[in-house]
T-cell receptor, first 113, second 113 residues
Framework: AQSVTQLGSHVSVSEGALVLLRCNYSSSVPPYLFWYVQYPNQGLQLLLKYTSAATLVKGINGFEAEFKKSETSFHLTKPSAHMSDAAEYFCAVSDRGDYKLSFGAGTTVTVRA | ETGVTQSPTHLIKTRGQQVTLRCSSQSGHNTVSWYQQALGQGPQFIFQYYREEENGRGNFPPRFSGLQFPNYSSELNVNALELDDSALYLC????????????FGQGTRLTVV
């Protein structure tokens, strides 16, 4: 079964600084990969997804992620953090042709003024 | 376009009781998946319903059951509640069972005492 590991349960950044959230997947076959954001007391919102097109994927709110097969990674970045980026972020994976999402444990992002 | 809606938003039940959670899928979507998110963890896949049939199940016991109706709304039923069932239950809908993009509701927070 596919799985993802998110490195770092908490990340604190200054407003305007780079946001980098790490995600590694376990699979010998490139899967579909996703990043979701969850604000307090809300459901999950899709930020971006990789489904075998371009390896650099651009998403909403200025986020992007790069699929690196050699490193089995799909790290999420944003060049300049905003206070509104404070939330929990989940990396998720699914096998190609499968519908089930397997989520990482999540990374909580706090943004310092 | 109406998004995914879940009811109720919060619920408190006693151990041993039964509970029913409801989900209205997004307009035009025929597939609904349910996830359990325990505090501090990522969501875990419970099962998926496609065109009123269970289309896959995660590692949850049979006391977790579901239904999907002709209008593609769905229910999650949990019998013989245990303290560990306390969690946020998320419903996600997608256009079809092969669609990689799932839209999540805001969740139902279940507390078992």
């Amino acid at each position: 079964a596919q799985s993802v590991t998110q490195l770092g349960s908490h990340v604190s950044v200054s407003e305007g600084a780079l946001v980098l959230l790490r995600c590694n997947y376990s699979s010998s076959v490139p899967p579909y990969l996703f990043w979701y954001v969850q604000y307090p007391n809300q459901g999950l919102q899709l930020l971006l997804k990789y489904t075998s097109a371009a390896t650099l994927v651009k998403g909403i709110n200025g986020f992007e992620a790069e699929f690196k097969k050699s490193e089995t990674s799909f790290h999420l970045t944003k060049p300049s953090a905003h206070m509104s980026d404070a939330a929990e972020y989940f990396c998720a994976v699914s096998d190609r042709g499968d519908y089930k999402l397997s989520f990482g444990a999540g990374t909580t992002v706090t943004v310092r003024a | 376009e109406t998004g995914v809606t879940q009811s109720p938003t919060h619920l408190i039940k006693t151990r041993g009781q039964q509970v029913t959670l409801r989900c209205s899928s997004q307009s035009g979507h025929n597939t609904v998946s349910w996830y359990q998110q325990a505090l501090g963890q990522g969501p875990q896949f419970i099962f998926q319903y496609y065109r009123e049939e269970e289309n896959g199940r995660g590692n949850f016991p049979p006391r977790f059951s579901g239904l999907q109706f002709p209008n593609y709304s769905s229910e999650l039923n949990v019998n013989a509640l245990e303290l560990d069932d306390s969690a946020l239950y998320l419903c996600a809908s997608s256009r079809d069972n092969w669609d990689t993009e799932a839209f999540f509701g805001q969740g139902t927070r279940l507390t078992v005492v």
